[in-house]
């Protein structure tokens, strides 16, 4: 399966970006998808994830009711509206997927078997 994340950019605080994660190679509507990033010097951190069936989605506290994940699987492709950024949104957000099959939302990145390759989210003050 390979990954690709788009949509990253500059914006300043209370603006609006949306990323979106194509996959291909070995696809299928069992794939569930997530999103991480990871800021200069930190850890590489969950934000938010939906499950293979689309209908549960989980996010970290600091995002919830600021980020929307959703997907399209006949697309192929997940996406995250993010609104109200801060400048502590600022990082390099990836994409990931697993075809663990759990109905649960995957939140480490070691459940995760696939990466994008990160894409450059910068929020000014």
């Known amino acids: 399966v390979q990954l690709q994340a788009s949509g990253g950019g500059l914006v300043q605080t209370g603006g609006s970006l949306r990323l979106s994660c194509a996959a291909s190679g070995r696809t299928s509507s069992s794939l569930a998808m997530g999103w991480f990033r990871q800021a200069p010097g930190k850890a590489r951190e969950f934000v938010a994830g939906?499950?293979?069936?689309?209908?549960?989605?989980y996010y970290e506290d600091s995002v919830k009711c600021r980020f929307t994940i959703s997907r399209d699987n006949g697309k192929n492709m997940v996406s995250l509206q993010m609104n109200s950024l801060k400048p502590e949104d600022t990082a390099v957000y990836y994409c990931a997927a697993h075809f663990r099959g759990t109905i649960s939302v995957a939140t480490h990145l070691d459940e995760y078997d696939y990466w994008g390759q990160g894409t450059q989210v910068t929020v000014s003050s």
């Open positions: 939906i499950n293979w069936t689309g209908g549960i989605t």
